[in-house]
Each structure stands twice: as C-alpha cells, then as structure tokens.
C-alpha cells in the first residue's frame, strides 16, 4: 500500500475519531510512536487524497483532520493483512497469554484525555 507505520497510524487513528475528526495535536497525543513533524506527515495522506484538511464549524480557529473514503478503503484492504500478520507473529501464545499481554499493553499505555493540551 506504500503506508509508512505513522501514515497508517495516523490513519486509524483518523478513522476511529469519525465524523468530526481530529486537530494534529489531537492525532499527536494518539499516537503509538511520537513523529517529530506530524503535520508534514498528515499533509502528506492529505495529498493523497486520504485524509482531508479544514476548520472546525464551532471554532474556525481550529483546524481539523478527516478521512476521506479512499482512507477508509485502503484501511479495510490492509486491515486483514494486519490482522494476519498479528495472528502469524501472536498467535503461538494462545488466549489465555494474549488477554494477559494485552492488559499489560493497556496498564502501560499513557492515560486518554479527552483534552490533549
């Protein structure tokens, strides 16, 4: 798909936050490794027509991040691969190992705000 991990980090993150989408530093404080130029990144998928850039309706000073359909698509193509991948590298460790490493994952896991500043 020509992603870079960030590129399709940014966009399940994109995708997850629906409708309204998110400001890149709402994107930022999401994501699973720290991109020194986010919003060279996010332009970047904006160029290619995955994601799509504007301004909030309720504060014009805010500008937000969309997925496009196209985003949408090329993320439900990859997601089986993903998922295989996941299963293929995981899935020696059995149920009982994997809800364990994953309440890990989550106890390690920064707190979500819902106000990233």
Not at 10 to 38: F, H, N, P, Q, W
Not at 85 to 112: C, E, S, V, Y
């Amino acid at each position: 798909a020509g992603l870079s991990p960030s590129q399709y980090n940014v966009l399940r993150i994109l995708r997850a936050a629906g409708r309204g989408g998110l400001s890149c530093t709402e994107i930022g404080a999401r994501m699973v490794t720290r991109d020194s130029d986010l919003t060279r990144l996010v332009s970047g998928l904006a160029h290619a027509k995955l994601v799509m850039r504007g301004t909030d309706a309720d504060d014009r000073r805010r500008s937000t991040n969309r997925i496009t359909p196209a985003g949408r698509t090329l993320l439900g193509r990859l997601d089986r691969a993903v998922a295989d991948a996941a299963k293929q590298t995981l899935g020696h460790l059995g149920r009982a190992r994997l809800t364990a490493l994953r309440d890990l994952l989550i106890a390690f896991a920064p707190p979500q705000t819902s106000d990233p500043q």
